[in-house]
């Protein structure tokens, strides 16, 4: 994959998509220099070969578990190269989309909240984008988390307007004391303003 020669490159890049399919999980153990490797091809200009490692990033975040996989991809997140920032953010943001609310709760919404917060005012707008998409499944999974069921009889009483209110008021202050808690002031603004934003 090193080889300055970009056909032979390629064909490396595609070897390890093959290698993620068949190996799964049992490729953890290489990964280190193999992911950054693949970040770095597809941060690059040489359009082929660049495409082909997306693809292969692509097939890493489909078939490595996404728990094993977010704790490899987290140091990436503050590479020097911007471009492999960039990369790096929106594989979390596909491997923490396969995790569900469970499984976003069970990996801790806190480590997430601080990785997702971290790329939202990078360099390049790819990783903003990723980081945003990675906020607002961290938001609808601490919303669940907080939520109140409500009564089958409120709606059907005069009373059902303020029933809502108190069902949906709580929750926009929950999120906002969890950023600011989690998160430096100007970080947890940030936060706040993007799912706000998209909300």
């Not at 693949?38 to 200009?45: E, F, G, I, R």
């Not at 480590?111 to 997702?116: F, H, N």
Request: glycine letters at 2%; aromatic letters at 6%; hydrophobic letters at 35%.
């Amino acid at each position: 994959m090193k080889n300055p020669r970009s056909a032979l490159c390629k064909t490396a890049i595609m070897a390890s998509s093959d290698f993620f399919r068949s190996y799964q999980d049992q490729m953890l153990d290489l990964l280190d220099p193999l992911l950054l490797q693949l970040l770095l091809k597809a941060s690059q200009d040489k359009r082929f070969v660049c495409e082909e490692a997306e693809k292969a990033l692509v097939t890493m975040t489909s078939w490595i578990s996404p728990t094993l996989l977010l704790l490899k991809l987290q140091p990436c997140l503050q590479h020097r190269n911007p471009r492999v920032r960039a990369k790096a953010s929106s594989c979390v943001r596909r491997s923490v989309s396969k995790l569900g609310t469970k499984g976003i709760k069970d990996f801790g919404l806190e480590t997430l909240i601080r990785m997702g917060a971290s790329q939202l005012n990078d360099q390049l707008p790819e990783a903003r984008e990723a980081a945003r998409q990675l906020i607002m499944e961290i938001r609808e999974a601490h919303q669940q988390q907080y939520q109140i069921p409500s009564s089958p009889s409120a709606s059907s009483t005069s009373s059902s307007y303020s029933s809502d209110a108190m069902f949906t008021e709580p929750e926009p202050e929950q999120w906002e004391q969890f950023c600011q808690r989690q998160l430096p002031p100007r970080t947890a603004l940030a936060v706040l303003r993007a799912t706000c934003m998209a909300g």
